[in-house]
T-cell receptor, first 115, second 114 residues
Framework: NAGVTQTPKFQVLKTGQSMTLQCAQD?????MYWYRQDPGMGLRLIYY???????DKGEVPNGYNVSRLNKREFSLRLESAAPSQTSVYFC??????????????FGPGTRLLVL | AQKITQTQPGMFVQEKEAVTLDCTYD???????LFWYKQPSSGEMIFLIY??????QNATEGRYSLNFQKARKSANLVISASQLGDSAMYFC???????????FGAGTRLFVKA
């Protein structure tokens, strides 16, 4: 049971380059999320997908796009990378039980450096 | 506005002792869930414990318990019998029932001393 997987683990980009971060989950969860983690700031939500076929903006969506490819996969794209997007990116998924909050399970993260 | 506050940037605890990590939250909603996650130096985020706003008893998971005081809007994590492997960053988080936007605190770094 792999849980949530992310690729790549590390990436170095030059300003202006584009890239796609891949995420897949095998827990049959409906909802998936992309976060970024910066020092001293906890995690901030970039985009989420409540269910297959839907995506919505989170707290910090500017400079990013997402695609919910199917129930398992949720990708994050940087069209023109900027140094401010240097961060650790986490993908997560959740499947709420009725009457409970959405416990999220996280992938291992992608460390991105934009020069 | 929803907000999670963790006032302790760093904490030290002696091995085998108990430690409490503080978390306060701000929400006007009545239906919400509170979570704690652990992030060791390897970087992954590990779910520890969950407390629903309507749960009358404090949540427990092994050595972890959540001291939920709804009137004070606090959800402190208690780790009993600390182990060296408990040294990590700990995040408190909140989401509302039926909602998908989980907000996280800035975290508390716990150091367990041998």
């Amino acid at each position: 049971n792999a849980g949530v997987t992310q690729t790549p683990k590390f990436q170095v980009l030059k300003t202006g380059q584009s890239m796609t971060l891949q995420c897949a989950q095998d827990m049959n969860h409906n909802s998936m999320y992309w976060y970024r983690q910066d020092p001293g700031m906890g995690l901030r939500l970039i985009y989420y997908s409540a269910s297959e076929g839907t995506t919505d903006k989170g707290e910090v969506p500017n400079g990013y796009n997402v695609s919910r490819l199917n129930k398992r996969e949720f990708s994050l794209r940087l069209e023109s990378a900027a140094p401010s997007q240097t961060s650790v990116y986490f993908c997560a998924s959740s499947g709420a039980l009725q009457g409970q909050g959405e416990t999220q399970y996280f992938g291992p993260g992608t460390r991105l450096l934009v020069l | 506005a929803q907000k999670i506050t963790q006032t302790q940037p760093g904490m030290f605890v002696q091995e085998k002792e108990a430690v409490t990590l503080d978390c306060t939250y701000d929400t006007s909603d009545q239906s919400y869930g509170l979570f704690w996650y652990k992030q060791p130096s390897s970087g992954e985020m590990i779910f520890l414990i969950y407390q629903g706003s309507y749960d009358e008893q404090n949540a427990t998971e092994g050595r972890y318990s959540l001291n939920f005081q709804k009137a004070r809007k606090s959800a402190n994590l208690v780790i009993s019998a600390s182990q060296l492997g408990d040294s990590a960053m700990y995040f408190c988080a909140m989401s509302h029932f039926g909602g998908f936007k989980t907000i996280f605190g800035a975290g508390t770094r716990l150091f367990v001393k041998a």
